[in-house]
């Protein structure tokens, strides 16, 4: 799964934990009429379903109605899947990922330290000079709202 879907998958779901929106089947079915999700075979097919994600997930969060939100969900399962089947993404080191994460969320090493420890243990990880342990890749995970499997 690519980290993209990962991450709007958790987001979507992490703002209507524990709420079921009750939906329109009327609006939903014009909805999934529109968009018209199905399992993708093409990477064509794959290109046009993702721009469809991505027009619904560039919508202000406040002005997403239960609708959209369904189907955005249902949209992310279908790319996820084709991207489980067919995306292979390069193999990556854990110490750039975190230091492109750390760039993109506007943080500093000295953010990590309450989840790392030392300065010196931050400054060794993200320096490349130490690996990350499985359980600092949890922590890391768990603070930055990313998948696990970034850093490991």
Do not use: W
């Not at 999700?37 to 794959?46: C, D, S």
């Not at 000079?129 to 850093?151: C, D, G, W, Y």
């Amino acid at each position: 799964m690519s980290t993209v879907v990962r991450f709007c998958i958790q987001s979507t779901q992490a703002g209507t934990a524990g709420t079921a929106l009750k939906i329109d089947p009327r609006k939903y079915r014009r909805l999934l009429g529109k968009a018209a999700p199905a399992v993708i075979e093409t990477e064509e097919e794959y290109k046009e379903m993702l721009a469809r994600f991505e027009k619904l997930m560039d919508k202000d969060e406040a002005s997403i109605s239960p609708e959209e939100g369904r189907l955005l969900k249902l949209l992310a399962m279908v790319l996820e899947e084709y991207e489980d089947r067919n995306v292979s993404l390069p193999p990556f080191r854990p110490d750039k990922m975190l230091r492109h994460l750390l760039v993109e969320k506007g943080l500093r090493q000295s953010d990590l330290l309450s989840v790392i420890g030392s300065k010196s243990r931050v400054s060794e990880i993200i320096t490349g000079n130490r690996s990350i342990s499985k359980t600092q890749a949890k922590k890391l995970a768990a603070f930055l709202h990313v998948p696990v499997e970034l850093f490991i």
